[in-house]
C-alpha cells in the first residue's frame, strides 16, 4: 500500500512570495490532517479534512494560509504571502475513519522563508 | 488547554541498557494517549495507543505504560536501531482526531 505523499520534500522561497504544499493521502482514507513543526517546537495540528469538507481548522495560523481539498483526494496548503515565521516542517497525515487510531504520516515538507 | 511534556529531551544508552521516557499530559478528559517514534526527514511512525490508566502494550523491546497523569516508554535492552526521537501525544474527547504532541526526546543507542 502507497503511504502518504507529500511533495516538494523542501522548498527554499523569499518573503512575499507564494508556496504551495501537496499532500497525498493513502487511497481510500477520508480523514486528512495537516500539521507543522517549527524549529524548536513541538509539532502543531493546523487542520482536519474529512472528504472535501474542512472539519476543523482551528490551528490555522491566519488567512496567510489556504487549504483545500479537491474531490476529497489531495489537499493542497497555499501560503501567500509567506513570511519568515512560517519556516518549518510541513506534516500531512490521513486515517480511514474519525476513531482513535494512529494515522499515518507522510515525510513532510520542509518549508524555508528567507 | 491540553498539554504535553517528554521528558528527558535527549538520552543517550549504550546497547543494552534498558531505560525510560517519560510523557506527562494534561487533558480535559482522554481519548487516546500515541506513542510515534520519528527518524530524521520522515514523519512519525506509528507506535503505541492506550486509552485508560493501567494499560499497557509491548512491541519488540519497547512497552508503554499509562497512569492518569504520565505514559512511561520503557526499552528493554535497545540496540542502535532504536536511535530515533519519540514523540507522544494527547487526543482529547471533543476534539474529533486532533492531536497534541510533546517535543519528544531524542535516543541514542550507542555500540
Known amino acids: 500500500e502507497a503511504g502518504v505523499t507529500q511533495f516538494p520534500s523542501h522548498s527554499v522561497i523569499e518573503k512575499g512570495q507564494t508556496v504551495t504544499l501537496r499532500c497525498d493521502p493513502i487511497s481510500g482514507h477520508d480523514n486528512l490532517y495537516w500539521y507543522r513543526r517549527v524549529m524548536g517546537k513541538e509539532i502543531k495540528f493546523l487542520l482536519h479534512f474529512v472528504k472535501e469538507s474542512k472539519q476543523d481548522e482551528s490551528g490555522m495560523p491566519n488567512n496567510r494560509f489556504l487549504a483545500e481539498r479537491t474531490g476529497g483526494t489531495y489537499s493542497t496548503l497555499k501560503v501567500q504571502p509567506a513570511e519568515l515565521e512560517d519556516s518549518g516542517v510541513y506534516f500531512c497525515?490521513?486515517?480511514?475513519?474519525?476513531?482513535?487510531?494512529?494515522?499515518?504520516f507522510g515525510s513532510g515538507t520542509r518549508l524555508t522563508v528567507v | 488547554e491540553d498539554q504535553v511534556t517528554q521528558s528527558p529531551e535527549a538520552l543517550r544508552l549504550q546497547e543494552g541498557e534498558s531505560s525510560s521516557l517519560n510523557c506527562s499530559y494534561t487533558?480535559?478528559?482522554?481519548?487516546?494517549l500515541f506513542w510515534y517514534r520519528q527518524d530524521p526527514g520522515k514523519g512519525p511512525e506509528f507506535l503505541f495507543t492506550l486509552y485508560s490508566a493501567g494499560e499497557e502494550k509491548e512491541k519488540e523491546r519497547l512497552k508503554a505504560t499509562l497512569t492518569k497523569k504520565e505514559s512511561f516508554l520503557h526499552i528493554t535492552a535497545p540496540k542502535p536501531e532504536d536511535s530515533a526521537t519519540y514523540l507522544c501525544?494527547?487526543?482529547?474527547?471533543?476534539?474529533?482526531?486532533?492531536?497534541?504532541f510533546g517535543t519528544g526526546t531524542r535516543l541514542q543507542v550507542t555500540l
Open positions: 487533558v480535559s478528559g482522554l481519548r487516546g
Open positions: 497525515a490521513s486515517s480511514e475513519i474519525d476513531r482513535v487510531h494512529g494515522y499515518t
Open positions: 501525544a494527547v487526543q482529547a474527547t471533543g476534539t474529533a482526531s486532533k492531536l497534541t
